[in-house]
């Protein structure tokens, strides 16, 4: 984004990479993005650092999905920038496994769970 000028980007799509390299392209992108309507984002994996950013970002949720391909599970994240003054902060299992996903009931989001607690350190 270094070679954009200030409030120049509309909308945003950033997919096929983690979470937290998302996160940081965003991060380091803030200054350019003053007329964001809209961003769309596909973690491979570590959707809730996505999720925090836009929400200590005062973005909210819009969209969620999951798609499965090949084996492997994508979340698909959209975003748009808070209108009114209602900021909602998701739980933390909303934040890990999406508020709306969660509340859709996705088929897929078991094999997400599935995935999720193979990667959680063991408990002692």
Do not use: W
């Amino acid at each position: 984004m270094d070679i954009l000028h200030d409030r120049e980007i509309v909308q945003v799509v950033i997919a096929g990479m983690g979470g937290s390299l998302i996160r940081s392209i965003l991060e380091k992108g803030m200054d350019k993005m003053g007329n964001i309507s809209r961003i769309i984002a596909q973690p491979n994996i570590d959707g809730r650092d996505v999720r925090e950013f836009l929400i200590n970002h005062s973005f909210k949720i819009g969209t969620e999905t999951i798609v499965e391909e090949n084996g492997h599970i994508y979340e698909v994240i959209v975003a748009e920038p808070i209108t009114d003054d209602i900021i909602i902060k998701p739980s933390e299992k909303e934040m890990l496994f999406g508020p709306l996903l969660l509340k859709k009931k996705v088929r897929n989001i078991l094999s997400k769970v599935d995935c999720r607690k193979k990667t959680l350190p063991k408990s002692h």
